[in-house]
């Protein structure tokens, strides 16, 4: 029997959902992206065929053109809610395109250190929809840190020590207001407390050492062997 750790099930019924979303995404991508791309590569050689001098018919070729690259963006955003295509890499590579992304796109550094045996997670660590689960909570504290925190960087950590999985988002911002799991606005964190539960995670809020906020997930793991006894 295989020692290697094993996550514990998450409940059937979201384990059912989450494989359907994939599923859903999937077809997204192979079906409706390759219409819309074979639109777009259409478009091109009809407006090729266009008079120069219509300047009517190229404005409205180019505006077709436009509303294509605004469809296929709108899918990719609607596939990476449904299931994020970077997650097929593993949570850790997630984590680490998340870093880059938010570090490029708010110009504030994200870092991501990582303390596990090897340097990398066992693949059969987590299963999706614990991994999608944790990548949705990561993405959407950093977004708050983004938003609301004016922090000035932002630090990741995710450890794995043989038995407990823990994913640590901190940052050096303004913190939490005291009432902010209370408040109307704060349903991005009520939604990361339930992604957190039915992950079979503990979710933490707490203060961080340089006055900002530090997010603490915490996932038990199991090895493949407790789990067949």
Known sequence: MSDTPAALPAP????IKEAERRRI??????ELGSHLTALK??????AGQLPADNATLLDQARH????IDGALDAMHDIIDDLHPAILDLGLQAALEWLARSFARDTSVPH??????ADGELPPAL????????????AREALHNAGRHAAARNVDIWLRHDGRTLTLIIADDGVGLPQDAGTRAQSSGLRGMRERAMLAGATLELLPAENGGTQLRLTLPVLSTANLIK
Not at 41 to 46: D, T
Not at 111 to 116: A, C, E, F, S
Not at 126 to 137: K, T
């Open 12 to 15: 059937t019924a979201e384990r």
């Open 25 to 30: 995404a999937k077809d997204l991508h192979d």
């Open 41 to 46: 590569m259409a478009l091109a050689q009809l």
């Open 64 to 67: 077709a053109d436009g509303l």
């Open 111 to 116: 870092h991501l250190h990582v303390d596990v």
């Open 126 to 137: 987590l299963d999706a929809f614990q991994s999608v689960s944790l990548y949705r909570i």
